[in-house]
């Protein structure tokens, strides 16, 4: 996924409580029923009680996200578990969270954002988990997405993540990816599993189409406005939102975005 700004994300923490209202008017569930549904866990699992889970900054490559560590604790927090950020970062940072007695640990470099169980050895990564909260969101929204045609812009982890519960319940998966041998591998995949899937080799032609959209691909303005309707469905994991922001407001109804909520939720309920 596309590497987040300061700007991304500063809003995240103070905007929950409306974050969570406008998500259950699109859903009709909250982030942490969205999260639970989506790691098949009951909702009450954030109430375990004891469960310390350490959030650490990591250093390597292009470095801190300023208010990335906050961000992603603070999303914790709001779903009822004790997160803390450790003051070190990096590998002091884990010996902290040790010793500060988390079992689980949240850490993101350059290339990999994952949770970690410390007692059961489980790892989570947040592509794999943003693709399955979005598509539990999405199921939500469409009220089911048996036998409905689901076009999957993008086969990175999030779009591998997001076709392949959409294939599960029964949608009807299309695959479009700039590199065509990448939408290939991802079809073939889903093939080798007994699902249906169809490679898209021309976006517009396919944006025509299809009326539930999952844009998990790291371009601008991938869906341009003459393709969204008042019947169009979006789910667009993280950043940008491949929607110009005229179409945002307009249909922001019918709009599933952003920048970490719904990816840290789900990475907890799957962790835990
Ligand atoms: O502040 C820090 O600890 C940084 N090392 C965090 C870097 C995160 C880089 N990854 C991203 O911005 C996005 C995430 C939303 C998930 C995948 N890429």
Redesign the pocket.
């Known amino acids: ?4 700004k300061e700007d991304d994300i500063s809003k995240v923490v103070a905007g929950l409580t409306q974050y969570d209202v406008e998500l259950i008017s699109k859903t009709g569930c909250s982030l942490k029923a969205i999260a639970a549904r989506a790691a098949q866990r009951d909702l009450d699992s954030s109430s375990a009680p004891g469960l310390k889970i350490a959030v ?11 208010g ?2 906050t961000a992603v604790a603070g999303i914790l927090d709001y779903l009822g578990f004790d997160a803390f950020i450790t003051q070190n ?1 990096d590998v002091a940072g884990i010996a902290e969270a040790i010793h500060g007695g988390a079992e689980v640990l949240f ?4 290339h ?2 994952i949770a970690f169980n410390l007692k059961t050895g489980m790892i989570v990564d ?2 794999a988990a ?1 693709g399955r909260g979005y598509i539990t969101a999405l199921n939500q929204m469409c009220c089911g997405l048996t036998e409905k045609p689901v076009l999957v812009i993008g086969a990175g982890p999030v779009g591998r993540g997001a076709a392949g519960l959409i294939a599960k319940l029964g949608g009807l998966v299309s695959v479009y990816d700039i590199d065509v041998t990448a939408s290939r591998a991802l079809v073939d995949e889903l093939r080798k599993q007994g699902q249906p899937a169809k490679v898209e080799t021309d976006l517009d032609y396919a944006l025509s189409r299809h009326q539930v959209i999952v844009d998990a691909s790291p371009a601008e303005d991938v869906i341009p406005p003459r393709h969204i309707t008042e019947r169009t469905i979006i789910a667009a994991p ?2 940008p939102l491949g929607v110009p922001p005229e179409q945002r407001r307009k249909h922001s109804a019918r709009i599933l975005h952003d ?2 909520q719904i ?1 840290v939720a789900t990475m907890c309920f799957l962790v835990i």
């Open positions: 996924m596309t590497r987040l650490i900054p990591v250093t390597s490559g292009q470095g801190i996200i300023g990335f560590t970062s850490a993101a470099d350059d990999k954002f947040n592509g943003t993280g950043v920048p970490l990816g």
